[in-house]
């Protein structure tokens, strides 16, 4: 068994795509990739099939993250209650995740930048349609909450290897 961790935004090209790639990357680094199951996916289903942005590939291949292969998807009732932790880039996904969630399991539902470093920050902005400056910002916030993310995950992480 491995810890869920699913990554929302809205259309699944730029925040949680991106999101996914760090978080990916940070657990392999530390030696825990294999304690996670690291998905992502957006809440419409405009972009479907569709390979991330070409800014956020561009901007989180720049800082060594690989997004190319990714694909969006749109989050299902199901994806929601088999991940253990349901990162919501803003509030407007909270709100549509919230009719997913298992009643029984309200906790899984959480505000990613819960995890950054700036409390005072509720939202990734969206950057789709912005600059690339748009997307370096959005980036900068998630690497920061995968960070924090991670580091409040790894006691769980290390455990689920133990068992393994």
């Given amino acids: 068994m491995t810890i869920g961790v699913l990554f929302v935004c809205t259309g699944n090209i730029c925040r949680s795509p991106m999101a996914e790639g760090v978080f990916r990357t940070l ?7 294999a304690a996670f199951t690291i998905s992502s996916a957006g809440t419409s289903k405009s972009h479907v099939g569709e390979p991330p942005s070409r800014h956020a590939i561009e901007a989180a291949a720049d800082r060594g993250y690989d997004i190319s292969a990714q694909r969006a998807r749109q989050v299902t009732r199901e994806d929601v209650a088999a991940a253990d932790h349901v990162l919501a880039m ?11 969630a298992p009643r029984e399991h309200p906790e899984r539902l959480e505000m990613f930048t819960k995890y950054g470093p700036m409390p005072s920050i509720l939202d990734v902005a969206d950057p789709y349609g912005g600059s690339r400056e748009d ?4 980036l900068s916030l998630i690497e920061a909450g995968c960070k924090g993310l991670l580091a409040a995950l790894t006691p769980a992480a290390q455990a689920e290897l133990a068992k393994a």
């Fill in 135 to 138: 997307y370096e910002r959005a």
């Fill in 27 to 33: 657990a392999r680094k530390a030696g825990l990739e």
């Fill in 90 to 100: 803003d509030r407007g996904h909270m709100a549509e995740l919230r009719w997913m």
